[in-house]
């Protein structure tokens, strides 16, 4: 890990799901609110994406959309927390579990992906490059 990065952002956790078309605006509003508690419980940065694009620009390459298997009605969501380190994501974590504004966004996350799957979840560290 590099501890020289300016952001201090050495640890990152990936969520990648799939929501159906129609729940769009309701997964759009509910990564605001989410974003809102994550600042409020020091999380170094939270980025939220849709999949833009399911062409694969080169042969030997896969889309992300064909791994976890989305439908022309579904769209690819990718959202990431950004960390210092691992002792600076167990105290966010600890704080976000205390709240009790987590368990309603929680809930309705899951009300919200397609039906039948889950979040699919990493935590990665910076490499020194």
Same mark, same amino acid.
């Given at each position: 890990?590099?501890?020289?990065?300016?952001?201090?952002?050495?640890?990152?956790?990936?969520?990648?799901?799939?929501?159906?078309?129609?729940?769009?605006?309701?997964?759009?509003?509910?990564?605001?609110?989410?974003?809102?508690?994550?600042?409020?419980?020091? #999380?170094?940065?939270?980025?939220?994406?849709?999949?833009?694009?399911?062409? #694969?620009?080169?042969?030997?390459?896969?889309? #992300?959309?064909?791994?976890?298997?989305?439908?022309?009605?579904?769209?690819?969501?990718?959202?990431?927390?950004?960390?210092?380190?691992?002792?600076?994501?167990?105290?966010?974590?600890?704080?976000?579990?205390?709240?009790?504004?987590?368990?309603?966004?929680?809930?309705?996350?899951?009300?919200?992906?397609?039906?039948?799957?889950?979040?699919?979840?990493?935590?990665?560290?910076?490499?020194?490059?």
């Amino acid at each position: 890990m590099s501890k020289s990065d300016s952001k201090g952002e050495n640890l990152v956790t990936h969520f990648v799901y799939r929501i159906p078309k129609k729940n769009h605006d309701a997964m759009l509003q509910l990564c605001k609110e989410s974003n809102k508690l994550f600042m409020q419980h020091d #999380v170094a940065r939270y980025d939220a994406f849709q999949l833009s694009n399911t062409e #694969v620009p080169m042969e030997g390459f896969t889309n #992300v959309a064909n791994i976890v298997s989305a439908n022309q009605d579904e769209e690819i969501w990718l959202e990431s927390l950004y960390y210092r380190d691992r002792q600076h994501m167990n105290e966010v974590i600890a704080k976000i579990q205390k709240d009790e504004r987590t368990e309603p966004i929680m809930k309705q996350s899951f009300s919200l992906i397609s039906s039948g799957t889950n979040f699919i979840v990493g935590e990665f560290d910076r490499l020194n490059v």
